[in-house]
């Protein structure tokens, strides 16, 4: 049973800075991408970033390009989201999601519908 915990949310000002983590159990994840996406009140669920498993590749929406950093701990199966220069609209409920790839293949990282697991969110709350 895959189990994807988020943890790290928060309040903070404008400006300031956070670190999500995801831990991921239940399976090995080595032909898995693992993502964030968020989601606001009144607002469809949106692409944040992914990573693939196998090669660390990095995949960004053009809304947090600069200011976010995805990265992945093997050791510690877990995911994380540094974000940076944080503004009032990244305020959301921020989910870990995970789905296979195959390497080497296309794949789209925004498409919410191909994730298989998805943690229970965790609440960033940014104030101007």
């Known amino acids: 049973q895959v189990q994807l915990v988020e943890s790290g949310g928060g309040l903070v000002q404008a400006g300031g800075s956070l670190r999500l983590s995801c831990a991921a159990s239940?399976?090995?994840?080595?032909?898995?991408?693992m993502a964030w996406f968020r989601q606001a009140p009144g607002k469809d669920r949106e692409f944040v970033s992914a990573?693939?498993?196998?090669?660390?590749?990095?995949y960004y929406s053009d809304s947090v390009k600069g200011r976010f950093a995805i990265s992945r701990d093997n050791a510690k199966t877990a995911v994380y989201l540094d974000m940076n220069s944080l503004r009032p609209e990244d305020t959301a409920l921020y989910y870990c999601?995970?789905?296979?790839?195959?390497?080497?293949?296309?794949?789209?990282?925004?498409?919410?519908?191909?994730?298989?697991?998805w943690g229970q969110g965790t609440q960033v709350t940014v104030s101007s």
């Open positions: 239940g399976r090995t994840f080595n032909t898995y991408a």
């Open positions: 999601a995970a789905r296979s790839v195959v390497p080497g293949a296309y794949w789209l990282p925004n498409n919410n519908l191909r994730y298989a697991y």
């Open positions: 990573i693939t498993w196998a090669d660390g590749a990095t």
